[in-house]
T-cell receptor, first 115, second 115 residues
Framework: GAGVSQSPSNKVTEKGKDVELRCDPI?????LYWYRQSLGQGLEFLIY????????KSGLPSDRFSAERTGGSVSTLTIQRTQQEDSAVYLCASSRLGGTYVGYTFGSGTRLTVV | AQKVTQAQTEISVVEKEDVTLDCVYETRDTTYYLFWYKQPPSGELVFLIRRNSFDEQNEISGRYSWNFQKSTSSFNFTITASQVVDSAVYFC????????????FGQGTRLTINP
């Protein structure tokens, strides 16, 4: 697609429920990144994918968080047993490896509210 | 470990004033990239500039200019003759070169330009 697409744009969930956030990167972008931005805070790295593998998962805050990427394209970030501190905007970005540098393109994010 | 520090949490100036946003970074890598992003109230991250660690030339783009000084590990951003539309949160970021690399962000500086 023309840009990085994230869905849903907004999600309100009850504490303890599981949620899935989706990221559809730009076609041909091999690298995909997940970040979290809490209210008034900077961007916190969660995980990145190179193709379907995740060389760096160091930013995932707990084992309730997991992510996968299939077909080198769409990625899903899953949060199990959500807690109120999980409330944040979850941003996805993609970039192309090799060739002319095109930079990171960020999606508009999913605003997650845990009540 | 990599770290980016933006000591100025919030800055407020009157339109047409010049304003400088500070960014100090830490890295053990000899080659790296530095970035600035703008996040307007709508929330999307807008790429402004990428600077290679071996290129210390200052850059000017319209009213924007960047001063990269390796000796002080700083990459400051100046807006000349500020405008209300410049109001946003600005993030400085760093990543190492090579392959898919995560961006490490500073905490951001909220800039408010008052008419």
């Amino acid at each position: 697609g023309a840009g990085v697409s994230q869905s849903p744009s907004n999600k309100v969930t009850e504490k303890g429920k599981d949620v899935e956030l989706r990221c559809d990167p730009i076609s041909g972008h091999t690298a995909l990144y997940w970040y979290r931005q809490s209210l008034g805070q900077g961007l916190e790295f969660l995980i990145y994918f190179q193709g379907n593998s995740a060389p760096d998962k160091s930013g995932l805050p707990s084992d309730r968080f997991s992510a996968e990427r299939t077909g080198g394209s769409v990625s899903t970030l899953t949060i199990q047993r959500t807690q109120q501190e999980d409330s944040a905007v979850y941003l996805c970005a993609s970039s192309r490896l090799g060739g002319t540098y095109v930079g990171y393109t960020f999606g508009s994010g999913t605003r997650l509210t845990v009540v | 470990a990599q770290k980016v520090t933006q000591a100025q949490t919030e800055i407020s100036v009157v339109e047409k004033e010049d304003v400088t946003l500070d960014c100090v970074y830490e890295t053990r890598d000899t080659t790296y990239y530095l970035f600035w992003y703008k996040q307007p109230p709508s929330g999307e991250l807008v790429f402004l500039i990428r600077r290679n660690s071996f290129d210390e030339q200052n850059e000017i783009s319209g009213r924007y200019s960047w001063n990269f000084q390796k000796s002080t590990s700083s990459f400051n951003f100046t807006i000349t003759a500020s405008q209300v539309v410049d109001s946003a949160v600005y993030f400085c970021a760093l990543n190492r070169q090579g392959g898919a690399q995560k961006l490490v962000f500073g905490q951001g500086t909220r800039l408010t330009i008052n008419p």
